[in-house]
């Protein structure tokens, strides 16, 4: 059974950094898309940053030039590294995954995402 888990949330104040891990257990084949989703406060899960098997990647303009996501292929890992942290990213941030081709890796919607983590709280303070 397939599980993906996060790790690297907390708390810090704006203009901090945090590096967000996900790991992927019960495969060995590596995943055709990854990707980092958030949900704030009263608000509806958005994608941050996907990024797929060939290393292409993408990311919301809301954190472009401050948020990197990467993976390690040997372990099926991802990452995001968030810098320049501001108020407005406080939420729980979500881990995803598929290993399904049929919805591309080209779109922050979830919808083709299959495997979710739990998600790991991230809050910014002014």
């Known amino acids: 059974q397939v599980q993906l888990v996060e790790s690297g949330g907390g708390s810090v104040q704006a203009g901090g950094s945090l590096r967000l891990s996900c790991a992927v257990s019960?495969?060995?084949?590596?995943?055709?898309?990854m990707g980092w989703f958030r949900q704030g406060p009263g608000k509806g899960r958005e994608g941050v940053a996907i990024?797929?098997?060939?290393?292409?990647?993408r990311s919301a303009d809301s954190v472009k030039g401050r948020f990197t996501i990467s993976q390690y292929n040997a372990k099926n890992s991802l990452y995001l590294e968030m810098n320049s942290l501001k108020p407005e990213d406080t939420a729980m941030y979500y881990c995803?995954?598929?290993?399904?081709?049929?919805?591309?890796?080209?779109?922050?919607?979830?919808?083709?995402?299959?495997?979710w983590g739990q998600g790991t709280q991230v809050t910014v303070s002014s």
């Open positions: 995803a995954a598929t290993w399904s081709i049929v919805g591309g890796c080209s779109s922050l919607a979830p919808g083709p995402f299959d495997y």
């Open positions: 019960g495969t060995t084949y590596r995943s055709y898309c």
């Open positions: 990024i797929g098997r060939d290393g292409t990647a």
